[in-house]
């Protein structure tokens, strides 16, 4: 664990880092229409491609279809394909935009935003046993939307805090978030989350960190080990 505060960490991020709301698919939706079900097709629509394209697959499926629960369980998997493609793998996410939509009629009787009156645990396990729902959405969806205390891991997340030396390297998903959440404040997890992601776009790439120039090179034991560029 790191030799300095939670506090001083995020200000030392927040000394070269910027959250630009419009880099963050999911934060961008649910600020522009504050809905959860919303924040889930646009997670769906964010895997294996970039935020911009999810983003840019959002607005135009947004301006073919209301963004409900019962449209998307009633019209052709054929229409949801025509109106998505930009955003790749479009059958595949289609497919999940529809099992999801019929799940949630099902269960929830189409109010999704009921999951929030539900403790973190149980609200975490009902959206685990949607269909095509992992745990880093599961979480995104918990922090962001609910104001719930948990910590999504993706794939930067996970890069940035093995590096650093949160976790080993061979953490899973599990001990990552829980080194995350226990380092952390609660109310900074969404915060931390956000820059943690910047921090792995802009400075820890996957091939190529950029160490030496990055704000918190003296604490991690990746960029003090001199392995990095
Ligand atoms: S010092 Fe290097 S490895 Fe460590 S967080 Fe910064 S870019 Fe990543």
């Not at 970039?50 to 947004?62: E, G, P, R």
């Not at 685990?128 to 939307?145: E, F, H, Q, S």
């Not at 590096?163 to 226990?182: D, K, P, Q």
């Amino acid at each position: 664990m790191l030799s300095i505060s939670s506090d001083d960490f995020l200000l030392l991020l927040k000394g070269s880092l910027s959250i630009n709301v419009n880099d963050f698919a999911a934060l961008k939706v649910y600020r522009d229409y504050g809905d959860l079900f919303s924040v889930l097709v646009t997670t769906i629509l964010t895997q294996n491609t970039s935020d911009k394209n999810a983003i840019k697959a959002f607005d135009v499926l947004s301006r073919k279809f209301k963004i409900k629960p019962e449209v998307f369980a009633s019209i052709s998997l054929d229409e949801i394909i025509e109106a998505i493609k930009s955003s790749g793998m479009y059958y595949r996410k289609s497919r999940t935009i529809k099992l999801i939509s019929e799940a949630i009629l099902r269960k929830f009787n189409g109010d999704f935003n009921s999951i929030f009156r539900l403790p973190l645990k149980d609200a975490r396990e009902a959206l685990l046993a949607l269909p095509g729902i992992g745990r880093k959405t599961a979480d995104v969806l918990l922090l962001m939307c609910g104001k719930m205390p948990t910590f999504p891991v993706d794939r930067h997340v996970e890069r940035v805090s093995k590096r650093i030396g949160f976790v080993s390297m061979n953490a899973t998903y599990e001990e990552i978030r829980s080194a995350l959440m226990n380092f952390f404040r609660p109310e900074n997890y969404l915060e931390a989350h956000l820059l943690l992601i910047a921090l792995g776009r802009k400075y820890c790439k996957a091939k190529k960190p950029l160490c030496f120039e990055c704000p918190i090179k003296n604490l991690c034991n990746y960029g003090l080990s001199g392995v990095g560029g």
